[in-house]
């Protein structure tokens, strides 16, 4: 069975953490079979919305301990494995942003250390009630500064840095309130509630949505005035878009838009 599993239905990619009996860890081959992925999707103008879970009684524990025990080995104390191993991990974290498809997390179980990072880095969260989101690393001795880098651009700073220096766990009602996910459901219904947000998605025009998210991210990192100035710029673009004519035109004559894209 592959370590990560990839199912489309129509415009939505369904993509599976398949190591279960590893919590679906962030291992050197996982973290490499979401990089392909991510790098094939990117090109795939088919889909529209991805969705990524988890086989088995977790989302995603982390990294794998065992293979960093691993790593320390190496003559340099396992230097040039670490710097290796979090810049690649960066880079899948950093891919999810620069999809052209909107990434909807939908976890279970525990999501800890780089498996809330990845709910974080996801634009979206649909997740299982009773799931449990931690960045547990202080717990070992290792503080988990690369999650921090996600969890901190999407809950508040002293909310983010409790759960960093105690490695707490918060659960599904608390991970709504704090902003880490949009929206909690009866494990069972999980893939319906998920695949239903992806369906909403990927009935918009997806030019409209790819131009959308890349100024989301953008625009959070400017200041007020440069957002504004860079937002009238996509909003003319988007504008000129053939299909978005299409669409103003048809919500003005009450008929569905025919688009192109």
């Avoid at 909690?184 to 369906?199: G, I, M, R």
Wanted: proline content about 4%; charged content about 25%; glycine content about 8%.
């Amino acid at each position: 069975m592959p370590i990560l599993e990839r199912e489309d239905d129509g415009a939505i990619a369904r993509l599976t953490l398949n190591a279960p009996e590893k919590l679906n860890a962030l291992s050197d081959a996982m973290l490499a079979a979401l990089q392909a992925e991510f790098d094939a999707l990117r090109e795939d103008k088919g889909i529209r919305a991805v969705i990524l879970k988890g086989a088995g009684k977790a989302f995603c524990a982390g990294h794998d301990l065992k293979e960093m025990t691993a790593g320390r080995q190496a003559e340099d104390g396992g230097a040039a494995y670490f710097s290796d191993l979090f810049t690649r991990c960066a880079r899948v974290m950093t891919s999810l942003r620069t999809l052209p498809q909107p990434v909807i997390a939908a976890p279970h179980g525990i999501a800890t250390a780089a498996g809330c990072q990845l709910v974080a880095s996801c634009d979206l969260a649909v997740a299982a009630e009773g799931t449990r989101f931690g960045v547990n690393g202080v717990n070992i001795g290792l503080f988990c500064s690369t999650p921090m880098v996600a969890l901190s651009r999407n809950i508040p700073r002293k909310q983010a840095f409790e759960m960093l220096t105690t490695g707490e766990f918060i659960e599904t009602g608390r991970a709504r309130e704090l902003g880490l996910i949009n929206r909690a459901v009866p494990h069972e219904d999980l893939d319906a509630a998920a695949t239903e947000l992806a369906s909403t998605i990927a009935d918009k025009l997806g030019s409209a949505v790819k131009i959308g998210k890349q100024a989301f991210y953008s625009q959070l990192e400017m200041g007020l005035n440069d957002a504004y100035d860079y937002t009238r710029d996509v909003m003319v673009e988007n504008m000129l878009n053939r299909d978005t004519e299409e669409g103003i035109q048809a919500f003005i004559e009450k008929r569905p838009p025919e688009w192109k894209q």
